[in-house]
T-cell receptor, first 111, second 116 residues
């Protein structure tokens, strides 16, 4: 069966520090992968999506970047975090015409 | 791009009552409409979905209706229970070709509280 792993679960980082969040999918191949951010428990905002290795599309201008070095790996990064980057980050995958399956999320607090 | 509006933002009901959450979408090409339930601090979980070739779909106490002409769809929960309390999100996407890539656009969410 397909599973999606996301880590870490929680992260507290100082302003100006780098960020790396990782998401991996098992049991499937060539999935569409997505990074969403959720602020204050409401509103899922699409940040990036990828339809294949090395293919990244950005939905909103921001302080973050994404990479897909392998078929089932999707990484969210930042060189220097801002306070406004705090939030709940969710990775999701989609294969075929069905809905998303979300990872368990990373709660990021920038202090 | 797609825009999804969801109402109400909060909904409070008594146990056993029905709850209805409504969403409208803007892109007539959208043809897939899932609903997600998110409990506090957890990931959104798909609870039901509907495609544009169907007007209604039911799964036990949960049903979703779709009106393509008016571009709106609704979630209906009957015989609500305290464990139904959560944030509910609607979403819309198009599986058509081009640049959609199955991207889901979410509504802003509805906080449902079911009082015992």
């Amino acid at each position: 069966s397909q599973t999606i792993h996301q880590w870490p679960a929680t992260l507290v980082q100082p302003v100006g520090s780098p960020l790396s969040l990782e998401c991996t999918v098992e049991g499937t191949s060539n999935p569409n992968l997505y990074w969403y951010r959720q602020a204050a428990g409401r509103g899922l905002q699409l940040l990036f999506y990828s339809v294949g290795i090395g293919q990244i599309s950005s939905e909103v201008p921001q302080n973050l970047s994404a990479s897909r070095p392998q078929d089932r790996q999707f990484i969210l990064s930042s060189k220097k975090l801002l306070l406004s980057d705090s939030g709940f980050y969710l990775c999701a995958w989609k294969q075929g015409v069905g809905g998303y399956t979300f990872g368990s999320g990373t709660r990021l607090t920038v202090v | 791009g797609e825009n999804v509006e969801q109402h109400p933002s909060t909904l409070s009901v008594q146990e056993g009552d029905s709850a209805v959450i409504k969403c409208t979408y803007s892109d007539s090409a959208s043809n897939y409409f899932p609903w997600y339930k998110q409990e506090l601090g957890k990931r959104p979980q798909l609870i039901i979905d509907i495609r544009s070739n169907v007007g209604e779909k039911k799964d036990q106490r949960i049903a979703v209706t779709l009106n393509k002409t008016a571009k709106h769809f609704s979630l209906h929960i009957t015989e609500t229970q305290p464990e139904d309390s959560a944030v509910y999100f609607c979403a819309a996407s198009s599986s058509a070709g081009g640049t959609s890539y199955g991207k889901l656009t979410f509504g802003q969410g509805t906080i449902l509280t079911v009082h015992p």
